[in-house]
């Protein structure tokens, strides 16, 4: 493995970090108690959140390399490694699953209560996928990371979500398989063309003909692009968010949807560069429709889960926006709204699966005076709601801002489309945020809905804490970026302010 560096820590921290949660699973299943199965899942999942820890205080700042690299042959006859590592790109990527997997256990808690050890172990298994693809690097180990996340999310929604599961599980699984399936052809010829390697620096050293570049671009954009959602792939997302369990739409909002648009800043750029630059002006126009359609959308929704997962795709919109300005304030405020989203989204998220737990149901008009019946959750309602609309101080703000401006550096015309989906997300977010807390009380509210218990406050705390945090200095998540993004743009040869 080229261009790492050697580990700071002297023992395996992203293999223990990746698979604690699936040796967890193996322990719930030898559990009986639900209880245990409750309490053991939760340290597990807390375990794996401090053994993120020192991934970012030890990571050094100062260069592009793959840092804590582990690597060791796996499958000798393919020349196929088991090679992790993290750099600038990926290393928040790995906490934040982390923390919402603590978070989707947590809120799990007494929402779920049938086939409990099954939860809990599709939960878990879910977790050493996710962390899995952020630290993979060959194109192997990600592929099989990648698979791996469907099965337990199929589960999550088919078994355990709303009247209309299956259906939409089923509509989950045939989007995300078959762009699968053309990431794999692209996969196997992307390999044969460059020699056999699977090793992602090594891929990115083999320059293709811009003509196998363009074909190898669509085959992982088949992919990428169903799993961000980008219009017009985007359909299966709000029947998922709908029917899954809020643990569900948690990770699906939190983690999954990152998972396309880190797909395109570690393989499409680095690996397709020529046709990247060929495909810059459809991505844009794309990403501008999606941020525009998104919001409009949402502006007519009358479901809580429904609304919030149209807004998501606004949102990506954004990220995929600055991801293809293809420079350095676009993609590092494309990767930190990532994780802006992922924050605030699975937070709205949260809230609205407290919330229906009380009332059963997501109908935005059996809503209305929360902030009488409930201020505590009105209040971090109301945190969350002006983080999403990108008010200065919050986290989202400067995500926004580095993604607009770079927007309006490639052309005026993107730039001015992603100021009107602000405004949109404004409408719909204010909107919202007066239905459900600032009108009349409604008949359902008065006799159903309480105040936050004390598990749920320290379940949303957290999420506030980094809402405000990155809103205030946002430069202790941009500060890991800057070096990798430096070397990624000037690697493909589009360096850009």
């Known amino acids: ?107 799990s808690w007494r929402a779920i209560d049938t086939r409990v050890k099954d939860f809990f172990l599709a939960l878990l298994i879910m977790e050493t996928a996710m962390i899995g693809v952020f630290v993979s690097l060959n194109l192997f180990l990600f592929f099989v990371f990648w698979e791996l996340m469907l099965i337990p999310m199929f589960l999550l929604i088919g078994v355990w979500g709303g009247p209309n599961r299956v259906y939409a599980s089923v509509k989950f699984v045939l989007f995300t398989l078959a762009g699968s399936v053309f990431m794999l052809v692209g996969i196997i010829a992307l390999v044969e063309a460059a020699g056999g390697t699977f090793d992602f620096q090594a891929l990115a050293e083999t320059r293709l003909a811009p003509a196998q570049q363009l074909w190898l671009f669509f085959a992982f954009f088949a992919a990428f692009a169903v799993k961000v959602p980008m219009f017009p792939l985007h359909t299966w997302l709000p029947d998922a968010h709908t029917e899954a ?40 126009s794309l990403s501008v429709a999606a941020i525009i ?77 929360l902030s009488r019946a409930a201020p505590v959750f009105s209040t971090f309602f109301g945190v969350f709601t002006l983080a999403a609309i990108g008010m200065p101080g919050m986290n989202t703000f400067i995500g926004e801002f580095l993604v607009i401006s770079a927007a309006f550096r490639t052309g005026a015309v993107y730039g001015a489309l992603a100021i009107v989906g602000v405004l949109l997300g404004v409408t719909y977010m204010c909107w919202l945020f007066f239905r459900l807390v600032l009108r009349e009380v409604r008949p359902k509210v008065e006799e159903t809905v309480f105040d936050l218990r004390p598990r749920e ?41």
């Open 1 to 107: 493995m080229d261009a790492t560096l050697s580990s700071p820590v002297e023992y395996p921290i992203l293999t223990i970090i990746t698979f604690l949660p699936l040796i967890g699973a193996l322990v719930v299943l030898l559990v009986r108690s639900e209880r245990l199965i409750r309490w053991t899942s939760f340290f597990i999942t807390v375990a794996t959140l401090a053994g993120t820890l020192p991934l970012l205080r030890d990571f050094d700042k100062t260069t592009h390399h793959m840092q804590f690299v582990e690597s060791r042959p796996w499958i000798p006859a393919w020349g196929i490694e088991y090679a992790v590592g993290v750099d600038g790109i990926s290393v928040l990527f790995v906490p934040l699953a982390a923390l919402l997997s603590v978070l989707c256990v947590a809120v």
């Open 245 to 284: 369990p809020t643990a569900g739409s948690v990770i699906l909002a939190g983690i999954l949807l990152k998972m396309g648009a880190y797909g395109f800043v570690r393989l499409s750029l680095p690996l397709f560069p020529d046709a990247v630059e060929k495909m810059l002006v459809p991505m844009l």
């Open 293 to 369: 359609y998104g919001a409009y959308v949402t502006l007519t929704q009358r479901d809580l889960k429904r609304l919030i997962a149209y807004s998501s795709v606004s949102h990506m919109g954004f990220v995929t926006l600055g991801i293809f300005t293809v420079g350095r304030s676009g993609v590092e405020g494309g990767i930190l709204q990532m994780i802006n989203h992922g924050i605030v989204t699975g937070a709205l998220f949260l809230c609205v699966g407290i919330i229906y737990e009380r009332t059963h149901s997501r109908e935005i008009e059996d809503y209305g005076g």
């Open 457 to 497: 406050v320290l379940l949303l705390v957290p999420l506030v804490v980094l809402v405000i945090l990155i809103g205030v200095q946002p430069e202790l998540a941009l500060s890991y970026m800057h070096t990798s993004v430096d070397h990624l743009l000037t690697q493909i040869g589009m360096v850009g302010p």
